[in-house]
């Protein structure tokens, strides 16, 4: 059996990447390799990460690009180059196209960091703390039209507590996403193969 070949996009820190190559690295994510890291920010600390693991990297500064069709095209011939099995999406800040979605429908994952369907979108961290929710966590979810409406792979609940800030609350959600996202990729590869 060939390895799954996996491609990340990212668009900052790359804490989940790096939780995602190393299980690739271990065997937790058994019979896969990275076969592309790409990145809509060229600073992107993620990137950076790729380059030190040896990894292809690829940037795709959107601003030198005609128009917003034309990057997405960009991304879209490169990942077609990468030939994915599954397409890992990890902090990655752009909504995909829907070509781009349905060519590669049910094998596009993201994390979201909120017991989805709660909090869907933008800074569902502040939002749980707002709804005074008595607990949040982070959902792996199938990626499809929507903004985090695709089928969830599995998530992981954490507690909120009284005095909880919203950097509290990201950080103790990360510690799961870190754990939950390769866990997740090994069992939709597993489904997959
Ligand atoms: C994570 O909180 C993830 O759930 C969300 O974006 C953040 C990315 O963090 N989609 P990192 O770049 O993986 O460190």
């Known amino acids: 059996m060939s390895a799954s070949r996996l491609a990340i996009l990212l668009s900052g820190r790359g804490s989940n990447f790096e939780a995602i190559a190393a299980a690739v690295s271990t065997g937790s994510i058994p ?5 592309a890291v790409i990145s809509d920010n060229p600073g992107a600390p993620g990137l950076e990460a790729a380059r030190r693991r040896g990894l292809p990297a690829f940037a795709m500064d959107w601003s030198l690009f005609a128009n917003r069709r034309e990057h997405e095209r960009e991304i879209a011939r490169v990942l077609e180059g990468a030939r994915p099995d599954l397409i890992c999406l990890a902090g990655f800040m752009r909504i995909l196209p829907p070509e781009l979605v349905a060519r590669y429908r049910g094998r596009i994952l993201n994390i979201h960091p909120s017991l989805l369907p709660r909090f869907r979108g933008l800074h569902p961290q502040k939002r749980a703390l707002e709804a005074k929710a008595l607990e ?15 089928e969830v792979v599995l998530s992981a609940r954490v507690p909120i507590l009284p005095e909880d800030t919203v950097e509290a609350l990201s950080a103790r959600i990360l510690e799961q996403e870190h754990r939950l996202y390769p866990e997740a990729i090994a069992k939709v590869l597993a489904g997959l193969r």
């Open 31 to 35: 019979e896969a390799e990275i076969v």
């Open 136 to 150: 949040s966590g982070c959902s792996v979810h199938f990626v499809d039209e929507g903004t985090d409406t695709g």
